[in-house]
């Protein structure tokens, strides 16, 4: 089954032709990071305007990539949540367009669901159930995926996610746009035991996050550091904040891990790239003996390529839409409204 899909939810416009649910035939993607670079972050209007201009392209060149016609494609899918409303807008009324004008079925697909099944493109042995931590730049929240469509939140951030605070620190120090990798590269230089941040532990459930007060912690660190002439060792506290994100996250998966019985934890979302976070969740699953999936960077950041391999499963399960599917701004991974 050759899958069209589409991903325009923040400011990369994506369209793959996905075969099956595992295999990648082409990704195409058309980056804007250069364009909001030199604003510090994402301009909403203006990401909607480049996507606009972007996505017929991408669907030509992908059809030219694989060589394949409109008549092989069997079915067309979208990221219709969540996301910056006016980009998401722009790939759910191109993908109904091209539904109903090839006549082919829509597949509505969930983003957050998408960055877990990245994994399933890169190690096509991954079935569920397991455990998956999912670290992107507006989620960060640990899912049971008890079967490729059926999903259980254990716990998420309460306020901020940890991609947010990373790239919002990362902009304070003066880091360009994403920040979050160049706080990265920053942190394996530094000490992170020159500067002390807090560890948050929200509310009764303990697998809820918070990443609010280690945010501002830095933040008031910095400024301090501004306002008394202070010299101040950004290696360091790269490093230090890095470390305050990871002992948020990975203990929390280990947690998860020994009261769930799963032996099997995928990480998911452009934040799985952060190699403090990579490295921390590799040695504690070993010590558990647990297999550990990290889709290859590539497949880290918004692709194309994952809305098309959880659309399969989406397909099989008969999740389909029709010409009145609508996108939204915030909405449940499992679906509800938020």
Do not use: W
Request: glycine letters at 8%; one cysteine or more; proline letters at 5%.
């Amino acid at each position: 089954m050759n899958i069209l899909a589409v991903e325009s939810s923040c400011d990369e416009t994506a369209v793959a032709i996905v075969r099956d649910g595992r295999q990648v035939l082409t990704d195409c993607i058309a980056s804007q990071v250069d364009l909001h670079r030199i604003y510090g972050g994402v301009v909403p209007e203006i990401a909607s305007r480049k996507h606009i201009e972007a996505i017929y392209g991408l669907a030509d060149q992908a059809l030219a990539n694989t060589g394949l016609t409109r008549q092989d494609i069997d079915a067309v899918a979208v990221t219709y949540a969540p996301g910056l409303i006016g980009a998401v807008l722009v790939g759910v009324n191109f993908a109904k367009a091209a539904a109903l004008a090839m006549g082919k079925p829509l597949i509505p697909v969930h983003h957050i669901r998408g960055h877990i099944a990245a994994n399933y493109l890169a190690y096509p042995e991954l079935e569920p159930p397991f455990l998956c931590l999912v670290v992107s730049g507006g989620h960060t929240m640990f899912v049971e995926v008890k079967d490729y469509t059926d999903m259980r939140i254990l716990g998420t951030t309460l306020d901020d996610a940890a991609g947010e605070s990373f790239d919002k620190v990362a902009r304070v120090l003066g880091m360009p746009y994403p920040g979050g990798a160049a706080l990265d590269k920053a942190a394996k230089l530094g000490d992170e035991t020159k500067y002390v941040l807090p560890r948050s532990k929200p509310g009764d459930n303990p697998y809820n996050m918070s990443f609010s007060g280690l945010k501002t912690a830095a933040l008031n660190l910095i400024h301090h550091a501004e306002q008394v002439g202070e010299e101040l060792d950004i290696p360091s506290l790269c490093a230090a904040f890095s470390a305050a994100v990871s002992d948020t996250l990975i203990p929390r998966a280990v947690m998860a891990l020994r009261e769930t019985g799963y032996r099997k934890i995928a990480v998911a979302g452009g934040v799985a790239a952060n190699s403090r976070i990579r490295s921390d969740l590799l040695a504690a699953a070993e010590d558990l003996g647990a297999e550990v999936y990290m889709p290859p960077l590539s497949l880290c950041g918004d692709n194309g390529a994952m809305i098309g391999a959880q659309a399969y499963y989406e397909y099989l399960a008969g999740n389909l839409a029709d010409m009145s599917l609508n996108a939204y701004a915030t909405k449940s991974i499992l679906g509800e409204a938020l």
